[in-house]
């Protein structure tokens, strides 16, 4: 059986990351429309992307450098001598700097301050626009504003160090899965007479954990292995840490009106897909308050324009594992919701890159979830489904990798 669900999301993995190539490989500059120039008292780089990508930029000191990272660009066919159109900047260079990461380093005649570094974005092509303009100050305000800036999604390398190769990830390596059962702790989730969400949920992570290493594909860590409160920050927290490939979050929640039953994913998205997602997303974010987290300058961590553009290349990949999801429990031949995709903005979700996936196995509102939730066959099978799928979506997704290269 899986042989066919393998076959059928290889296929839909092509043409996932086929339509989102434009997002998901690598962005080219339009030399003829990139240039490096600069009056008396300024510096100013206009770069023309292919596509919109994350980027940072700053200064470094003794010497005086702009350094521009980006995650990542195709430098071929750019000799970065000829964009230059300055004498205030002597040398310039580019490369690879780490996995998936480049960077573009001018060297600096004279202490010149970062002023302005936007990108835009042309809505129709996904084309962008990178405009930077540096201003001549004094060597004391420059030294006082030049460094690395801290991040949380970019790996800190010392300046001058240009890597060319990539490490590639073994056929062997297991993937690390992250296993977050909602809830717990003075959270419990939906109740229905004695059945407690946050209980059910965690009994049936700890059986997918064991179902997935078993496979001997996975390595899989919960985002916690008791009834403890754990914040939505801190499980999107654990996922970065230990650098998980997957972050599976699992809920059986309870919706009051419309009936609603059957298994249903969840992506991220700026706006939920119907009124029952919404309320959804409301209510695990309102759970975390009445816990007493202060989620005070929260949504500042996730709407920075850098993680919204690392998405780019994530959601893609995140879309394709919940249609690996909806084929894997189709194949088991267990229910899935008349609406089994949806969207919305789980705070779980957020996280910018690592693809991102919130799992409500079913309802116990209804009868019928509920009586399959506590079936230890059914359970089974849900686990086995889901490790399917999961193995199903590592093809395709190297697949899709393979096609954005070429």
Known sequence: MIKAVLALIVALG????????????????????STIAGSRHSVEIDLALSQGIPYRVFTLSDPARLVIDFRKVDW??????????????SDVRVGGYLPGSSRLVADLNGPFILEVADMRL??????????????????????????????????FHPEGEIATDEPIRSEHTPMVIVLDPGHGGIDPGAEVGDIVEKDL??????????????????????????????????????????GADVFLSLHADSLGEGGARGATIYTLSESASDAASAALAERH?????????????TDDVVADILMDLARMETQP????????????IREMKLPLNSRPLRGASFSVLKSPDIPSILLELGFLSNDRDLGNLNDPEWRNRMAVAISDALKAWIIADATAKELVRQ
């Not at 092509?14 to 429309?33: H, I, K, P, Y």
């Open 14 to 33: 092509v043409a996932t990351f086929a339509m989102a190539q434009g997002f998901s490989g690598l962005a080219r500059v339009d030399v003829e429309n």
């Open 76 to 89: 071929s066919g750019v000799h970065p001598l000829n964009l230059l159109n300055t004498k205030n900047v």
């Open 122 to 155: 042309n809505e129709e092509t996904g084309a962008a626009h990178l405009q930077i303009r540096l201003e001549r100050g004094s060597q004391e305000d420059f030294t006082v504003t030049s460094g690395v800036p801290t991040s949380t999604i970019w790996d």
């Open 201 to 242: 949920i965690l009994s049936f992570a700890r059986q997918l954990k064991e179902t997935l290493l078993r496979s001997g594909e996975f390595e899989v860590v919960l985002t916690r292995n008791d009834d403890s409160f754990v914040s939505l920050e801190r499980r999107v927290a654990i996922a970065h840490r230990i």
């Open 285 to 297: 974010d309102r759970e975390d308050m009445l816990a007493g987290v202060d989620l005070t300058g």
């Open 317 to 328: 990949r995140a879309d394709l594992l919940a249609r690996a999801l909806v084929l894997g």
